[in-house]
Nanobody, 129 residues
């Protein structure tokens, strides 16, 4: 079992930046894909969660179109930490942000995803206009 803990959320003004971290512990398998997701306010169902992007074990990256050029996913394998650098933030980026991992994880350019089975509890990001 893998435990994931997100941190780094907070409140910033539009145009600002934040970096989120996801610390992994437990039975970590570095062959797994890791991803970032978000769930906007008012969207309570887990099916309304949006995939932001993912990084595979070989370092291959994918992003949803709405964040390309603004968000960057990276990982520190030695410290079992996943990062999400968010620049030029917009009010519509306001959401709870989650990290997750899975052997066959995949995030599409439309924010659809599958194959992630271990999830963190999320960290809130609020962007004011």
């Amino acid at each position: 079992q893998v435990q994931l803990v997100e941190s780094g959320g907070g409140s910033v003004q539009a145009g600002g930046s934040l970096t989120l971290s996801c610390a992994a512990s437990g039975n970590i398998d570095r062959s797994y894909c890791m991803g970032w997701f978000r769930q906007a306010p008012g969207k309570e169902h887990a099916l309304e969660r949006e995939g932001i992007g993912s990084i595979d074990s070989d370092g291959s990256l994918s992003y949803v179109d709405s964040v390309k050029g603004r968000f960057t996913i990276s990982k520190d394998t030695a410290n079992n930490t996943l990062y999400l650098q968010m620049d030029n933030l917009k009010p519509e980026d306001t959401a709870v942000y989650y990290c997750a991992t899975g052997l066959l994880g995949w995030v599409g350019y439309k924010g659809d995803y599958y194959g992630f089975n271990s999830w963190g509890k999320g960290t809130l990001v609020t962007i004011s206009s």
